[in-house]
């Protein structure tokens, strides 16, 4: 995985608590055995009417979403289905980073080792986030902060391990085989 | 030493390494269960490194989520929904073959849900972890396993090294007092806890069922209160083994015999939480007060017991779940029509579920607006309901009977509901379209999905248990 160190984008604002992850990637595109592709399916029901054609409401269809790689979602993103689909989509669909004030465990693990940046803010910080959509920001992986376009800071929670990983492009299988000894070792004594 | 609680016994036993501040534990997994759809681009991964599985002995792989539920017609054609559902079934079976892993395939006589039938092997025992490419997987901490889902680059790092990296989850004790009513099932009580602690209640936690009310259930019903662990928000949720478990894992192809399952018994008889063990949070509920519930919402914390009445939204956001399911605030739940039931799924899809459904269901029709699915959880379940008469019983009242699998749970299969159609269902998630697009999903109990086929509106399915026990 290549090394992260900023993410640097204008925010898309997605208010809603507890987007579930059949809503970020609905069961039927899961025949894939792919991990490519799949962004054109982000939000597929809420982003595309039922004839098909985009809802220009939504907000990843406003001609201002371009180049847009910060989400800035409601509490508990990512809810539900453990599918790896839903950061495969985010990312595919050109999102970076999503931060909220709570995401679902299995979607951020996921998330953070697909390289998609899944951060937590403290719930005023989430407010003013949420309150002002389109605003640039830079998460700053190395000091663990996010900084406002007025040169304000404030911190996001983000686990050691994961943020080692993010910004030093440490691939996670190939830490977990280097321990083949401590895992042989293990094995040995493990009855069950 | 220090009282330890359920969790931190199967923890302990099972850390490679211990986590620091700076890395997470390295945890050793004992049952690693793969299925069709969150397993190809891990294997892919595993060729593209040259990477052999490292226990090939400790993954069991089915087919369940992408597979027809109707049979294969004279020349043996499965009516997969797209050409690409049926190359992921393909895909499966190559990577077991390539990989030496193995697969419980589309024609095996034990296969079925994933979550069915690694208990129903006895694949499933306590003290294990065991991990899947699936949220659901919690089902398996009904006997005192460690049992979590995980995505599909972590079955990639379970198949190359059979370990993750995983910091520990914090533990939530959910005390359940008291017994249930007659005509209460554990999906009552499940959807009653998810609605007091909320879908993320239980987020970072693993949550052990404690009490008296949870030692009266049955292992079935324990498993479908498990399963829904996730719903809250939970990595995990287990019960402490006892009595119960071990009667009903007894001579299970999987579980240990002779002198071996002796021993087995003594381990397990270990695992449970300490009598003064600390909990970060402990939850109480009153099992008595748990009334036939059911989701009214887009979530799986918006539940109503079936005499309420749905409440007036607090938000914007609550506003549009009523509106997406076309309920009305201050209307009673119970009388809304019904186009569609489902009875399946792995939370259940089992003989215990399907018994509770056809003892609605005997004797009566499925309402002539209402199209009923019954959809055992594995191919061990559906023998051992048409041996006792139960598919009978469904067809006879009108309702469809197939082949086992996760089927309009998640309407991956081609099994789906209509959109703006309403449909009650057994199943784990009301979420927007999870049953298809546009569908409105009510979550309930098999009886209580029962009565809503047979009354063609949402119903109170103890009505009909009661006029069955006076005739």
């Known amino acids: 995985m290549n090394p992260i160190r900023h993410v640097h984008s204008r925010t898309l604002v997605l208010a809603h608590e507890n987007i579930d992850t059949d809503r970020i990637i609905p069961a039927r595109f899961l025949t894939t055995t792919s991990r490519a592709g799949l962004g054109q399916h982000a939000f597929q029901d809420w982003r595309y009417r039922s004839d098909g054609t985009p809802d220009p409401d939504f907000v990843l269809n406003r001609p201002d979403a371009q180049g847009c790689k910060i989400l800035v979602a409601g509490r508990n993103f990512g809810c539900g289905s453990s599918r790896e689909h839903a950061p495969w989509a985010l990312l595919d669909a050109g999102l970076r980073a999503v931060i909220s004030s709570e995401i679902a465990d299995i979607f951020r693990a996921n998330a953070l080792k697909n390289g998609l940046l899944a951060i937590t803010v403290e719930d005023a910080e989430h407010r003013f986030l949420l309150e002002h959509p389109g605003l640039e920001l830079k998460i700053d992986l190395v000091a663990a902060e996010i900084e406002l376009p007025d040169g304000g800071r404030f911190g996001f929670a983000l686990e050691a391990f994961a943020r080692h990983c993010l910004i030093e492009g440490v691939d996670q299988l190939g830490f977990l085989l280097r321990h083949d000894d401590a895992i042989r070792h293990f094995e040995e004594q493990h009855a069950a | ?471």
């Open chain 2, 1 to 471: 030493m220090a009282a330890r609680t359920l969790l931190d016994k199967l923890w302990g036993a099972h850390q490679v390494m211990a986590e620091t501040p700076e890395t997470p534990a390295l945890l050793y997994v004992d049952l690693h269960l793969v299925h069709e759809v969150t397993s190809p681009q891990a294997f892919a991964e595993l060729r593209a490194r040259r990477l052999r599985v490292r226990r090939p002995e400790r993954v069991l792989a089915t087919l369940d989520h992408s597979t027809p539920t109707l049979a294969a017609d004279a020349q043996g054609r499965r009516p997969y929904i797209t050409p690409e559902a049926e190359a992921q079934v393909s895909m499966l079976e190559r990577n077991c073959r390539e990989f030496g892993v193995e697969l419980l395939g589309i024609d095996h006589p034990q296969r079925g849900i994933v979550h069915v039938i690694g208990p129903e092997l006895g694949a499933t025992q306590p003290g294990m972890t065991i991990v899947c490419g699936d949220s659901h997987t919690s089902t398996h901490g009904a006997f005192g396993a460690l049992a979590f889902g995980i995505g599909t680059s972590e079955v990639g790092h379970v198949l190359a090294t059979q370990c993750l990296l995983q910091r520990k989850p914090r533990a939530m004790a959910v005390e359940v007092r008291g017994r249930l009513q007659p005509g209460v099932s554990a999906k009552d009580l499940v959807l009653h806890i998810i609605g007091r602690i909320g879908i993320d209640g239980g987020t970072g936690c693993v949550i052990e069922y404690r009490g008296e009310a949870i030692r009266a259930l049955s292992m079935e019903e324990r498993m479908t209160v498990c399963n829904m662990s996730i719903e809250a928000g939970a990595r995990a949720g287990m019960i402490a083994p006892d009595e119960v478990t071990f009667a009903w894992l007894k001579g299970r192809p999987r579980a240990p015999r002779g002198a071996a399952w002796e021993r087995a018994i003594g381990r397990w008889k270990a695992l449970h939480s300490d009598p003064d063990a600390c909990f970060e949070r402990r939850v109480e509920i009153d099992a008595g007060a748990v009334r036939p519930t059911l989701s009214y919402g887009t979530h799986p914390g918006m539940v109503l017991d079936i005499d309420a009445t749905v409440p007036a939204p607090g938000d914007a956001q609550a506003q549009r779940a009523l509106d997406y399911m076309g309920l009305r605030a201050g209307a009673r739940l119970a009388g809304t029509p019904v186009d569609v039931v489902f009875v399946g799924s792995c939370t259940n899809g089992r003989l215990s579920d399907l018994r509770a459904a056809a003892a609605v269901l005997r004797g009566r029709r499925v309402a002539g607006s209402v199209r009923m699915l019954v959809v055992p959880g594995s191919a061990a379940v559906k023998r051992a309901a048409e041996l006792e008469g139960l598919d009978a019983v469904f067809r006879t009242a009108g309702a469809e009977w197939r082949e086992s699998g996760c089927s309009m749970c998640i309407a991956m299969n081609g099994d789906r509901v209509a959109p703006g159609q309403l449909a009650v269902s057994t199943s784990n998630r009301n979420f927007e379209g999870r049953q298809g697009p546009g569908a409105r999903t009510v979550l309930a109990s098999p009886a209580a999905a029962a009565a809503a086929a047979v009354a063609g509106c949402i119903a109170d399915p103890r009505a009909y248990l009661i006029t069955e026990a006076v005739a």
